[in-house]
């Protein structure tokens, strides 16, 4: 056995040794505190949930999911307890990919951080015709003002399919020798206000089962025309904007 010259066992090559000429023991590696708790079994907040519920609300306004996907994953996010069972569910959605150097969504989520999305919609909608139509109706982003003019023509406003994006929609419709149609979600309250001339001016009011439900007001009028706003039976929307209601 080959020996240093003070009598003891050299080193092998491969071990590195102190000026003495012994071996350094191997370092040992960290070991994590017993009680730290993996990030994806950390309990979720009420803000983290709101976060995947904006992403949720934007891919179906999008129309990434149908309904369907969209009510089932939405009710997952307010189910969730810890940010492992909120990261699957936007995980095949854009916005949870870093596509321009961005964090992704659930690593935001995860690291309590804001998940950029768009501005709620507060510029009004204008809807406006004469001697023609107008129709709008699908999944479209429905914020707190809405105008609709008809003169000699018709309007066809259906928000059944909607997204929501204020507590309160304020719907103008007036209307000269025409006519203005809207159609709300069944489970919205529903009140209005306005005045016929030699017209009618009608609105179907409802007050919905849930006190934090969106509320349309419709005011405006009808002079030799009409104006009629009812709720679609079997329409109902699935989620808005809970935190602007406080809840």
């Known amino acids: 056995m080959d020996t240093s010259p003070s009598g003891q066992p050299a080193p092998r090559p491969e071990e590195p040794v102190r000026p003495s000429g012994r071996p350094v023991p191997p370092a040992k590696s960290p070991q994590p505190p017993a009680n730290r708790v993996a990030e994806a079994e950390l309990r979720a907040s009420d803000a983290d949930r709101e976060r995947i519920a904006g992403l949720l609300r934007d891919a179906y306004a999008e129309g990434r999911l149908t309904a369907d996907e969209h009510a089932e994953r939405l009710d997952a996010a307010y189910r969730a307890r810890t940010l492992g069972e909120l990261a699957p569910l936007t995980r095949d959605l ?29 510029e009004p909608v204008n809807l406006w015709t004469a001697f023609g139509g107008v129709t709008r109706k ?56 306005g005045f016929g001339i030699l017209g009618g001016f009608a609105v179907r009011e409802q007050t919905a089962a849930d006190p934090h439900a969106p509320v349309v007001r419709v005011k405006g009028s009808a002079v030799l025309g009409g104006v009629d706003a009812k709720p679609r039976r079997g329409a109902r929307i699935k989620e808005w904007v809970r935190r602007q209601l406080g809840s």
């Open 94 to 122: 854009p916005s949870h990919r870093p596509l321009t150097g961005e964090q992704p969504a659930a690593s935001a989520v995860a690291a309590g951080q804001p998940v950029p999305r768009p501005p709620v919609r507060d």
């Open 138 to 193: 699908g999944r479209w982003r429905v914020g707190s003002r809405i105008r609709a003019t008809a003169v000699f023509g018709g309007i066809d406003l259906d928000l059944s399919d909607a997204v929501f994006e204020s507590p309160e929609v304020l719907i103008v419709a007036n209307t000269f020798c025409g006519g203005i149609d809207i159609k709300v979600p069944e489970n919205v309250t529903l009140v209005g206000e």
